[in-house]
T-cell receptor, first 115, second 120 residues
């Protein structure tokens, strides 16, 4: 079945450590996104990528980095510069283009806790 | 920048009854898309319904329908014949049609969410 796989589901990190969250999709979607979810704040966009080797900052990119070396993969690194990294992280993808069918498909998420 | 506001942090409904979740948004754009997403306890985001702003007719998907009031910038979700499986966090979201740099992307702006409880 086509979909988005995020791993790990749960991750614990010590302060000062970088961690990388994996996101893989087999939907042949061009665009991929990372969202952060905090209680009472909905989802906020961290980074997005429309094509391979290209990505743009979202609304809260500070302390995060991404890469898009393959169409299927869009890993997110939470760096030590991120002041409050404990959150639920959602990866999503969509077809390139602006048709009404261009809706986001989401992964199951990764929960990051900083100890 | 667009903003999306869901003024009801929590709502509850009895099984088989109808409930309406509110959403308002602020934009200067004339064409855009609006969505309702559902996030059950599994935390998997699921698309419930979408509405294109240029379409006057309100979207409907089985028991789910919207009341889209473009002039008032309101986009409420009505759930009829509520079921226990409808219990979830519901998010309203906005997406621009305007391209950025000649390309299109699906960036969504989300509201804060409404937790819906369904009582048996």
């Amino acid at each position: 079945d086509g979909g988005i796989t995020q791993s790990p589901k749960y991750l614990f990190r010590k302060e000062g450590q970088n961690v990388t969250l994996s996101c893989e999709q087999n939907l042949n979607h061009d665009a991929m996104y990372w969202y952060r979810q905090d209680p009472g704040q909905g989802l906020r966009l961290i980074y997005y990528s429309q094509i391979v080797n290209d990505f743009q900052k979202g609304d809260i990119a500070e302390g995060y980095s991404v890469s898009r070396e393959k169409k299927e993969s869009f890993p997110l690194t939470v760096t030590s510069a991120q002041k409050n990294p404990t959150a639920f992280y959602l990866c999503a993808s969509s077809l390139y283009g602006d048709s009404g069918a261009n809706v986001l498909t989401f992964g199951a998420g990764s929960r990051l806790t900083v100890l | 920048a667009q903003t999306v506001t869901q003024s009801q942090p929590e709502m509850s409904v009895q099984e088989a009854e109808t409930v309406t979740l509110s959403c308002t948004y602020d934009t200067s754009e004339s064409d855009y898309y609006l969505f309702w997403y559902k996030q059950p306890p599994s935390r998997q985001m699921i698309l419930v319904i979408r509405q294109e702003a240029y379409k006057q007719q309100n979207a409907t998907e089985n028991r789910f329908s919207v009341n889209f009031q473009k002039a008032a910038k309101s986009f409420s979700l009505k759930i009829s014949d509520s079921q226990l499986g409808d219990a979830a966090m519901y998010f309203c979201a906005y997406r621009s049609v305007i391209n950025a740099g000649g390309t299109s992307y699906g960036k969504l702006t989300f509201g804060q969410g409404t937790i819906l409880t369904v009582h048996p």
